[in-house]
């Protein structure tokens, strides 16, 4: 995974796992809440705001990139999770 500045109190994240289903889990270890944007090819999908001291877990599509934005100090703590599909045992 890679962090990528993109100015003070801007970051983002790159999906290692980006050609599989991936779910990312994230914990604001900071004092301050952060504020997480999800794009498409530069488009706002979603922004979620995440308090202090607060974990997340959602999914990411193949095309998506995290930033996460900050007015005050903060530490964050990411994992990127590939989804593997189960399929049933056949009796």
Known sequence: MGIIGQGPGRDAAINPYAEDPTAMV???????????????????VQTIDLEAQRRLRFPLSKDEMVFFDTDGMSDVKLKFIRIRETTSLQK
């Open 26 to 44: 994230i914990k604001n270890l900071g004092p301050a809440p952060v504020s997480i944007r999800i794009e498409e090819k530069r488009l706002l």
